[in-house]
């Protein structure tokens, strides 16, 4: 099958998020999404975006994305952070998913992004055995640290007092 690879568009904002759901399910997660097609259009394709996304498409269908973002590093500069970098379940194994990683890949060497970094969970083999093969290093000693709501909220609180 032949698939086109795009920047996305407010109009794509429902498929970003049909596809951030299909990951979550992947990763066994269903229940925690909790952001909507309003603040994805908001947060993605208003004045000031907090992110960009390539989308894979197959005959007008949306069939995956790379949603990713710039950060700061105190080291390295400008650097992008790949959020997600989904295809569905079906659409797999045609190549998609290495074509949205080489379309952000190419997007941080046109800017002259220092780094590109991401996670990946460490049962997913498959996805670290391909990030290995495109010369990735998968940093040891390095753990992803997290504040979700609730911990911030009781955080937050306990400063006030």
Do not use: C
Not at 131 to 138: C, K, L, Q, R
């Amino acid at each position: 099958m032949n698939f086109t690879i795009r920047k996305a568009t407010k109009k794509d904002a429902a498929d970003i998020l049909a596809l951030i759901q299909h990951l979550a399910d992947f990763e066994k997660e269903p229940e925690a999404v909790v952001v909507t097609v309003k603040e994805l259009e908001k947060d993605g394709f208003g004045e000031h975006p907090l992110f960009q996304t390539f989308i894979a498409e197959i005959e007008g269908k949306v069939v995956g994305m790379a949603l990713y973002y710039y950060r700061y590093s105190t080291w390295k500069g400008k650097t992008i952070h790949l959020e997600d970098l989904i295809v569905f379940e079906e659409y797999r194994k045609q190549k998609i998913g290495a074509a949205l990683y080489d379309a952000v890949l190419q997007q941080a060497y046109k800017e002259k992004v220092r780094r590109v970094e991401w996670n990946v969970l460490d049962w997913n083999t498959p996805a670290r055995d391909f990030y290995i093969s495109t010369g990735a290093d998968i940093l040891k000693g390095w753990e992803v640290v997290q504040m979700d709501e609730n911990s911030l909220k009781k955080y937050v609180n306990r400063l006030k007092k």
